[in-house]
């Protein structure tokens, strides 16, 4: 488990679109929700990430399938880019997600540091249980830079009132990354969505018009698992928050095993809305459930 020091403590959190802007959830997910198989108000979760401005990225309400496309056993490749109504528009949704989130995280992006330090006091008007700095969006027009990176980072601190999580990706040079900013931020979360050519090197793309998508589910667990162990072995002590991929409680169960302080669940709650509270039963019982 995590401490955060404010009196909230993570231990399985619903990750960055598992309940949208709102809390309020897809429609995919409403039938769990109604029926409580997905229990928010029990759980910490990130909510979809938002910038300062309107960002359009690539998602289209009226056509999804041409952003996002289902693999088959799990998994998913989207190339959404960060599309969302920018901080002002979507302020009242973000509001309601801190009220029907047990432990509300609110996520950000910021393309430059006096963005990070606008966003971040901003959000110290919202009641939440921490806010998060997402600096590994897949499918952004121009990556962001370690350098840029590290700025952004020591900005959103400087300014924010939060604890603050900082999301990273394998894409990234993330060890430089955690090296250079331990004693900043509280927790490290990865890995976000992993780019298409890096999964699946010898398989054309359904979105290969965004440059390929990024991937989710099963198939990037092993990832998670390479990037946890290799911040474990240098030593870095900052807390990890670590998903990608996360689909079993045996699987999460050996991720903290693996000296992971919290796991994240995202794309398995689709089809197994369950597993995050399962999870946290395995983890009291220290065995996975069936």
Not at 263 to 271: L, N, P, Q
Request: proline fraction near 7%.
């Amino acid at each position: 488990m995590i401490d955060l020091g404010n009196g909230h403590v993570l231990d399985v959190v619903l990750d960055s679109g598992s309940l949208g802007l709102s809390g309020l959830g897809w429609p995919s997910e409403w039938p769990a929700l109604v029926r409580r198989q997905l229990r928010p108000r029990e759980l910490a979760a990130i909510s979809k990430t938002v910038t300062l401005r309107p960002h359009r990225g690539n998602f289209c309400w009226w056509k999804p399938s041409d952003t996002v496309r289902y693999l088959g056993d799990g998994n998913w490749v989207n190339a959404f880019g960060l599309t969302n109504p920018g901080l002002k528009r979507a302020w009242p949704w973000l509001r309601l997600f801190t009220r029907l989130v047990g432990q509300p995280i609110i996520s950000f992006f910021a393309f430059n540091a006096e963005e990070a330090a606008e966003i971040a006091e901003r959000l110290n008007e919202l009641e939440c249980a921490a806010v998060e700095l997402n600096t590994s969006c897949p499918n952004v027009n121009k990556p962001l830079t370690t350098d840029e990176i590290n700025k952004i980072i020591k900005a959103a601190r400087g300014h924010s009132g939060h604890p603050l999580l900082v999301k990273l990706s394998v894409d990234q040079d993330y060890p430089a990354i955690a090296e250079r900013i331990e004693g900043l931020v509280n927790v490290l979360h990865f890995t976000n969505t992993v780019k298409w050519d890096r999964v699946y090197p010898k398989k054309p793309s359904p979105l290969a018009r965004y440059g390929g998508g990024a991937v989710s589910g099963p198939d990037i667990h092993r990832f998670a698992v390479e990037m946890n162990d290799r911040l474990e072995e240098s030593g870095i002590r900052t807390p990890r928050l670590v998903g990608g991929g996360v689909h079993t409680t045996a699987g999460a169960l050996r991720l903290l095993e693996r000296g992971a302080g919290a796991v994240a669940v995202a794309t398995a709650t689709h089809y197994n809305p369950e597993l995050p509270h399962r999870i946290i039963t395995a983890m009291r019982e220290k065995s996975p459930l069936p």
